[in-house]
């Protein structure tokens, strides 16, 4: 059964998808500037793919990042992939700007707490990942795409299969690119 603790979910994964938010140590603005921005968004599609995590759809605003994923069949629970999600990109991060350790007086990129919700189907992941993409745009900011991430086009799974996004329930039919780059 779900434990929550202050509106923490810490229940065991079960594949998700999950809508996970978290933000920056006293919320600070450290995505503002592109260096910290590119090095959060590879650390996490490296983080996403060393787990096998499938990302629908992934926000970093200046303050706080918004994701909707899978876990698939991994077996962790909510509280080790946002370890996850949060470990890797502060590493890479401070890597990228060392400064801001200074900036932030602090060791921490992340605050402590997050936001995991389980989406309970698939209209509650469409309605999820549009809120998401819709974000960045709504506060004036440019669109955000990430490569590693298929684009919007989800339908239920028609046969099981081991790969995490069918183990959440979903299928991805990734959008053709434009420009015949992969997308």
């Known amino acids: 059964m779900p434990e929550s603790t202050a509106g923490v979910v810490t229940a065991a994964l079960k594949g998700g998808p999950w809508l996970v938010s978290f933000a920056t140590y006293r919320r600070r603005q450290v995505f503002e500037n ?22 629908y759809a992934l926000a970093i605003m200046p ?51 997050y936001d995991a919700r389980l989406l309970p189907n698939q209209a509650a992941v469409r ?22 991430i298929p684009g919007p086009s989800f339908r239920a799974a028609a046969k099981p299969t081991a790969s995490p996004s069918a183990a959440a329930g979903l299928e991805i039919r990734p959008r053709a690119p434009a420009d015949g780059t992969r997308s």
């Open 127 to 148: 309605r999820a990942c549009t809120y998401i993409r819709q974000n960045p745009v709504a506060l004036g900011l440019p669109p955000q795409q990430f490569a590693w």
């Open 34 to 55: 592109p260096a910290p921005l590119a090095a959060c968004g590879a650390a996490l599609e490296e983080a996403s793919a060393r787990n096998g995590y499938a990302v």
């Open 63 to 113: 303050d706080h990042v918004h994701v909707v994923l899978a876990a698939g069949t991994s077996g962790r629970t909510i509280a080790k992939v946002v370890n996850n999600l949060k470990g890797v990109p502060a590493r890479r991060v401070f890597q990228a700007a060392p400064e801001l350790k200074l900036d932030l007086r602090s060791e921490h990129l992340w605050a402590d707490e």
